[in-house]
């Protein structure tokens, strides 16, 4: 994805709907290109019904072997990306895609999943710049079906140890011919404006409270209003069991205008450090504790550690 917005664009929009895209994004200043799947959700409205002749490619029983857009729509957005005019893409899909070469064709990325009726309205204000997007992944998109099972809370292992990205020209090591990263990771999401992380604070009171305050100050550094999701990522150093080499325990939305600073603060309770034991206990083993908040599981910001007794 080149991480370019479509920000208060007063252009000509080009929906693209039929086998004379290329034409009509020639005619346009921007290309909006919607490309993604159906679904099961959508039986009773013409899709998905035993009558129809529309074939559902996502929901309860609709597994696909590949990721990639479904149909021809590849194809599409080569037809489209290849006219010389900015596009952004949109996707209705309800499953992560593998698509590293078509986000490189395109300007923006909007990721609307199956947005419902009022979509359309949602989407909409987004391109225009009446609302500044601050949503962020709740899962993990993987560049093939061959990185699959990819997910951020995984354990130790040599995964991504040797971080020698390979190509075809240079082979590499983890994957010889690829990268061990994601697509995009989970916690992922761009912002028309930019935020500063600054200021880690941790307040170890488990002993006498049982819940560890981590608080960091974060800044609208950018231009416009926006919202930014504060994400807080732990690591148990030392345990008698495997645990994730980051868990998601806690995310805060906090909206601030252009310049506008505050304070953020986080909670860990004893139940977001407990661990299940070889006995099958959940239990919280003393021990040495990192953290992590940022922007994403991969845009870590700022780093600490605590000690539990």
């Known amino acids: 994805m080149k991480h370019r917005s479509v920000y208060r664009l007063k252009l000509a929009v080009c929906m693209l709907l039929t086998t004379t895209g290329g034409v009509k994004a020639r005619e346009s200043d921007v290309v909006v290109l919607v ?24 929901g309860e029983g609709y597994d696909r ?34 698509i590293p070469e078509e986000v490189k064709k395109v300007d923006a990325v909007l990721e609307a999943w199956y947005p419902g009726e009022k979509g359309g309205d949602a989407i909409s204000r987004i391109l225009f710049g009446e609302v500044n997007p601050s949503g962020r992944l709740s899962v993990t998109f ?18 991504g140890y040797y971080r020698q990205r390979g190509t075809p020209q ?56 926006g919202a930014e999701v504060v994400q807080l ?27 506008e600073s505050r304070k953020v603060t986080l909670v860990l309770k004893k139940d977001d450090l407990k661990l299940w034991n070889a006995a099958m206990d959940f239990v919280l083993e003393p021990g040495d504790f990192e953290v992590f908040v940022g922007a994403s599981v991969e845009d870590i910001r700022l780093k600490g550690n605590f000690k539990v007794e």
């Not at 061959?146 to 809370?153: E, L, V």
């Open 35 to 58: 490309l993604g799947g159906t679904s099961v959700i959508y039986s009773g409205i013409g899709w998905g019904d035993a009558n129809s002749k529309e074939v559902n490619t996502c």
């Open 65 to 98: 072997n590949e990721l990639d857009f479904p149909g021809v729509q590849a194809e599409l957005l080569d037809l489209v990306s290849g006219q010389g005019k900015p596009v952004v893409l949109v996707m209705l899909n309800g499953r992560p895609y593998t």
């Open 142 to 159: 993987p560049p093939t079906t061959g990185h699959i099972s990819m997910y951020a809370n995984h354990k130790p292992s040599g995964k």
């Open 170 to 225: 240079k082979p590499g090591r983890d994957y010889v011919f690829s990268s061990p990263d994601p697509l995009f990771c989970l916690g992922y999401g761009l912002s028309y404006t930019t935020f500063e992380y600054s200021q880690l604070e941790i307040q170890n009171h488990m002993a006498s409270k049982g819940e560890v305050l981590v608080s960091c100050m974060l800044k609208n550094t950018g231009d416009v209003k």
């Open 233 to 259: 990522y732990v690591r148990d150093k030392i345990s008698s069991v495997t645990t994730p080499v980051k868990a998601l325990k806690g995310f805060s939305k906090v909206e601030l205008n252009p310049g």
